[in-house]
């Protein structure tokens, strides 16, 4: 197992200097990659080429063999598939066969919600975990936030910049709405950026209401990070990546 040496007590490392003796009264400043990569775990793996190790998988969750929940869960499943089926025949009935069938998946996602949780994530701060094994195609999460419009979401980027809140967490659905998760959100905010994901976003319309959601790309195991590729546009100031992967672009941008 690879480890990053992190630098000793020492040496002496390029910290920032602060006039009054505090940090907390000269505000919000940027530090740069490089002074990252002198105490951040992420950023000196990324600057010595170390192999990130792996996140440990979590323990699996014990199996309840109580009756009543046995029971309980075959009432549920059976109200689904019945309510599932009415769904079905009035759509065929109308001919709306291909919206119908995603509607009632987004409903299945929304009553029995995938198992996710976040844990510490080599990529990059915190990071979403499946909890338990997801097909190939199917619904993972949805994106949840405040939908705003294109204009305001600008405004709300800038005034972000300015507190301090280095993480954006803007999801744009079209050239008018924009999704904001930053103070009003779901787990969904927290899935990291990867060069070779296993899930990608799509725009899907759900009673003429468009949603976000996350499709798995691939089977994905118990244990495994959710990542997806922002795509971010190309841009002059670049954001290194720490993605790991064999595909990694080396910048998000």
């Known amino acids: 197992m690879s480890h990053v040496s992190l630098p000793t007590s020492d040496t002496v490392l390029a910290f920032q200097k602060h006039i009054t003796g505090s940090a907390r009264t000269e505000g919000y400043y ?15 793996l990324r600057s010595t080429n170390v192999e990130s190790v792996p996140p440990t998988k979590a323990p699996a969750q014990p199996i309840t063999s109580s009756r009543s929940n046995r029971a309980n869960a075959r009432r549920r499943a059976k109200g689904l598939e019945e309510i599932n089926q009415v769904q079905r025949a009035v759509a065929l009935s109308k001919g709306e066969t ?15 919600k995938k198992h996710l949780r976040f844990a510490r994530s080599p990529i990059h701060d915190w990071g979403l975990y499946a909890m338990e094994r997801i097909a190939r195609g199917e619904m993972v999460i949805e994106y949840v936030g405040e939908i705003i419009r294109a204009q305001v979401a600008d405004k709300r980027e800038k005034a972000y910049k300015r507190q301090g809140i280095g993480s954006s967490y803007l999801f744009r659905i079209d050239e008018d709405l924009v999704v904001d998760a930053t103070k009003k959100g779901n787990l969904g905010r927290l899935i990291n950026h990867s060069c070779d994901p296993n899930c990608s976003a799509k725009i899907i319309t759900i009673n003429s209401e468009k949603k976000i959601v996350f499709y798995a790309k691939q089977d994905i195991e118990l244990g495994d990070e959710i990542t997806y590729d922002y795509q971010f546009p190309i841009e002059q100031d670049k954001i290194p990546c720490l993605c790991g992967t064999a595909k990694c672009r080396g910048y998000l941008n």
């Open 30 to 44: 940027k530090i740069s990659h490089a002074e990252k990569s002198a105490y951040v775990a992420q950023y000196a």
């Open 98 to 112: 291909a919206a119908a069938e995603l509607s009632i998946k987004f409903n299945q996602l929304q009553t029995r």
